[in-house]
């Protein structure tokens, strides 16, 4: 009876320890690198994954399964496997939690492509996933994934109400700087946005935020960076064991240079090296240096108190890939060091750093080249039927300086006329001019207008623009510094019984759009007519980029007058931020167009452009408010 009753029990304690046995405990890294399997046709190491081949992950990873992180933020460059990287911790989710997942990309098409091409063909691939489909086809959809344990949504960030509307304690934000900036809309910062959607999860949330920087002054994950531990990854040299982190300018390719001043960019290829940073040094490491380097790294924190304390910042640069060589990337900086666009982009997507042009000086042949890069046209044309004609205005003690462009509905604008007006009268009287269109009898006028503050006349100005019935809008330009972190900032004036409407713009943003990205980059937004005189361009390249070192030692890029005959270039910057203002209007009327041609509807165009007082109803004196 005694053995019955002992027999009893042992079956029983096994039952029971069978059934409240913990679930296994593994770490990401360790569980991605034992189920994740990659397709053939979409990675060029189809097979296992495995971490040998991006040793930097691996502490990233882990950071996800770590309760008291809530917070990881990876400021990338290119070649470096952080897309499979959100692939793997969502399938990850899905087996190891009961949680919603939710993906954001930048656009619709991005999140479809995601899916596509990374994110379906690895579910297919996976076993350890394949115990939690349904088992109905209709519950996998292109970008929504319905499984026993949780959803996962992947969604490009168009719109407010989209990422408004997906609550998930899972949160992962790729390419986060590419992001539609919502502000314009009166939204919060779509980073905001998406990261608001965890707030029913205060214990279990994750946030992930991936991106590739932009400039300095704009860039999200720079600033997100920031607030983290500002983790580098730290490498030993393989001769004298200094731990140092890899930057760009310790690769080396002497002696590639041609009689006739270019670089042999083959021989660059193939001979480039990393030199030691240690001066005492100053060891070559080789390409198969490299792997050992990387293999043997570590993540060490730069910022020991980061604030909040549970938020994790990475940098990692391509230099650490290997995906591509060290000459490969002396190459494409030989190939990109001549062009701004393209050394911006080699900054930004392979050396995951910001990057500010921090001199600059605005030549007279850049605006004969940006003229030369403009089709054909007068002062006073149009070049076809524009979305909508604007005006500025800089107020100087006894004159104003004048300009207006027009909008066209592929994004450009034309500078179609400027000058010198000696009274607000005559200031009103070219604000009601009609420029025609070159080859037609259409005439557009000027929809509205912004008026410089202009110092000791700031209450002239504000008795004008209610003499003109708010068609002249009052705007100053501010510094970071001053408060206005904002490209542009909406706002009103208590002036007489009056709440004016009036325009706060980031001055030096849009100094930088204007003379660097318009006219040093030449973007091909901004064209200019082939008759510009001589005073106009004298007054547009009186203003360089200069460094400057406060009495902490921190450098930056100020803009400085030379000559004092700035106006027009005061007048292009406003007429900058009035475009950056309205551009949401003008993509909504373009959409509103396309719609009506779908269905066959013709919109009459009106024959005066300030008919559009109407349709932009966000300028009335009431919408302002």
């Known amino acids: 009876m005694a053995a019955r009753l002992n027999r009893a029990r042992e079956v029983l304690t096994s039952l029971l320890r069978s059934t409240f046995r913990p679930k296994e405990s593994v770490s990401p890294s360790t569980w991605v690198e034992r189920e994740i399997r990659l397709d053939a046709k979409t990675s060029n190491k189809a097979g296992r994954y495995s971490l040998r081949h991006t040793p930097y992950l691996r502490q990233i990873y882990d950071d996800v399964a770590n309760p008291r992180i809530r917070k990881i933020i990876v400021k990338k460059g290119a070649q470096l496997g952080l897309t499979q990287f959100a692939n793997n911790v969502v399938l990850y989710y899905v087996c190891n939690f009961t949680f919603p997942a939710l993906m954001i990309m930048p656009s619709k098409e991005a999140a479809q492509q995601f899916c596509e091409r990374s994110l379906t063909p690895t579910i297919r691939n996976c076993k350890a996933v394949k115990q939690f489909l349904t088992g109905n086809e209709d519950d996998l959809k292109k970008t929504e994934y319905l499984f026993s344990s949780c959803i996962v949504r992947i969604i490009g960030a168009g719109s407010p109400s989209k990422l408004a509307s997906n609550p998930c304690c899972l949160c992962i934000i790729d390419e986060a700087d590419k992001m539609e900036d919502f502000a314009s809309q009166g939204e919060a910062p779509a980073l905001e946005l998406a990261e608001d959607r965890t707030i029913s999860f205060p214990t279990d949330k994750k946030i992930i935020v991936l991106s590739t920087p932009t400039s300095e002054t704009t860039s999200v ?9 500002q983790s580098k990854y730290f490498c030993k040299c393989p001769k004298c064991a200094h731990w140092q982190t890899l930057h760009f300018e310790n690769i080396k390719w002497p002696n590639c240079k041609l009689e006739n001043g270019n670089y042999d960019l083959d021989r660059i290829e193939r001979e480039a090296f990393y030199q030691c940073e240690n001066p005492q040094c100053l060891a070559q490491a080789t390409e198969r240096d490299k792997i050992e380097m990387v293999r043997g790294g570590e993540w060490r924190d730069t910022n020991p108190k980061p604030f909040p304390s549970e938020f994790r910042s990475y940098q990692i640069s391509a230099l650490y890939s290997f995906n591509i060589t060290w000459g490969g990337l002396a190459k494409l900086f030989i190939l990109s060091k001549d062009d701004v666009g393209k050394l911006r982009n080699f900054y930004n997507s392979y050396l995951g750093e910001c990057f500010e042009q921090r001199a600059a000086t605005i030549r007279k042949d850049d605006i004969d080249g940006l003229i030369k890069d403009s089709p054909y046209f007068l002062k006073g ?60 009898e259409e005439y557009y006028g000027v929809y509205k207008s912004l008026i410089d503050l202009g110092g000791n006349r700031t209450t002239q100005v504000y008795d004008f623009c209610i003499r003109s019935a708010f068609r002249f809008i009052p705007v100053a330009g501010r510094q970071e510094r001053q408060g206005l972190y904002a490209p542009v900032r909406e706002t009103t004036v208590a002036y007489k019984n009056y709440n004016l409407p009036a325009l706060l713009i980031n001055d030096k943003l849009f100094k930088d759009t204007l003379y660097l990205s318009c006219i040093k980059e030449r973007s091909g937004k901004l064209l200019l007519p082939a008759d510009c005189d001589d005073e106009f361009k004298i007054q ?23 000559n004092r005959r700035n106006h027009l270039g005061d007048v292009l910057k406003y007429l900058e931020a009035f475009k950056y203002r309205i551009d949401p209007e003008l993509k909504t009327r373009s959409q509103q167009r396309a719609a009506a041609s779908e269905t066959n509807v013709v919109e009459e165009a009106p024959k005066r452009q300030y008919a559009l007082a109407t349709e932009v109803r966000r300028y009335s004196a009431n919408d302002w408010n």
Not at 426 to 440: A, C, F, N
Not at 540 to 562: Q, Y
Request: charged share 25%; aromatic share 10%.
């Open 381 to 440: 044309e149009l070049l076809r039927k524009p979305d909508v004609l604007i005006m500025a205005a800089d107020t100087q003690g006894n004159c104003f300086w004048y300009g207006v462009e027009a909008i066209y509905d592929d994004g450009s604008s034309s500078l179609v006329d400027w000058g010198e007006a000696a009274t607000f009268e005559d200031l009103d009287t070219i604000s009601r001019r009609q420029y025609k269109v070159r080859g037609s």
């Open 221 to 229: 994950i720079q600033s997100q960076y920031l607030l983290g531990s």
């Open 540 to 562: 547009l390249t009186s203003e360089r980029l200069a460094e400057k070192k406060n009495s902490r030692g921190v450098i930056s890029a100020e803009w400085i007058c030379t």
